[in-house]
């Protein structure tokens, strides 16, 4: 995690999350920044999901994360059809909040 000097701090998921998507192909790490207590936004790094499907991911709910309180992240629902990548998601989201939690 890093702080910037705006007060905005940048998490990566890579390193503090396992959680696998579809298949077990692989990892479905996330760049998540912080506010204020508040998402700004939430970022999908390189993986292995299925593309047609991840870009359902991204446009359904990584795009609903921001302006959410970081405290109410699991109140993004997932998305239907893409249910390894969706349970993938909020693990790297309930990581990056204990993270943040702990370390800010």
């Known amino acids: 995690m890093t702080k910037e000097k705006s007060g905005t701090y940048v998490i990566k998921t890579e390193t ?3 959680a696998l998507g579809y298949k077990n192909l692989g990892k479905v790490p996330l760049v998540v920044t912080v506010k204020k207590d508040k998402i700004v936004s939430v970022e999908a790094l390189p993986n292995k999901e299925t593309p047609k499907y991840f870009l359902r991911v991204v446009n359904e709910m990584l795009a609903k994360y921001p302006d959410v309180k970081f405290a109410d992240y699991a ?3 997932g998305v239907t059809g893409a249910t390894f990548s969706s ?4 693990e790297n989201m309930k990581a990056a909040f204990e993270y943040y939690k702990k370390n800010k």
Do not use: E
Request: glycine content about 0%; some cysteine; overall charge negative.
């Open 75 to 77: 109140t993004v629902d």
């Open 87 to 90: 349970n993938a998601v909020k």
């Open 16 to 18: 503090i999350c396992d």
